[in-house]
């Protein structure tokens, strides 16, 4: 029943913008916090930037501070990323995460992912 989508994936040029959604179903969305990760060839999943339940609070990696902005409307059960000034680094498989527990136990779950390219 959980799912995350993603889109707004795209091909983009250095020093332009992209908007990423993650459309939730199946839990309540407005009470566990979600984050964004991505992935490039090679190279090992990493946290790109969290957002709390309510949404008081943020957290980046520090590659992408002060270019990456996550938010979320919880009635709209979605999370967003707002990417600016794009790097050719920053291209990636962009994934949706949630973590919800059970009996004390945490389990994550993620989304199909997204695809970002950063080129000229």
């Known amino acids: 029943q959980l799912q995350l989508v993603e889109s707004g994936g795209g091909l983009v040029q250095p020093g332009g913008s992209l908007r990423l959604s993650c459309a939730a179903s199946?839990?309540?969305?407005?009470?566990?916090?979600m984050s964004w990760y991505r992935q490039a060839p090679g190279k090992e999943r990493e946290l790109v930037a969290g957002?709390?339940?309510?949404?008081?609070?943020?957290n980046y990696a520090d590659s992408v501070k002060g270019r990456f902005t996550i938010s979320r409307d919880n009635a709209k059960n979605t999370v967003y990323l707002q990417m600016n000034s794009l790097k050719p680094e920053d291209t990636a498989i962009y994934y949706c995460r949630t973590s919800l527990v059970r009996i004390g136990t945490v389990y994550p779950y993620w989304g199909q992912g997204t695809q970002v390219t950063v080129s000229s």
């Open positions: 199946g839990f309540t969305f407005s009470r566990v916090a």
């Open positions: 957002i709390t339940s309510s949404g008081g609070n943020t």
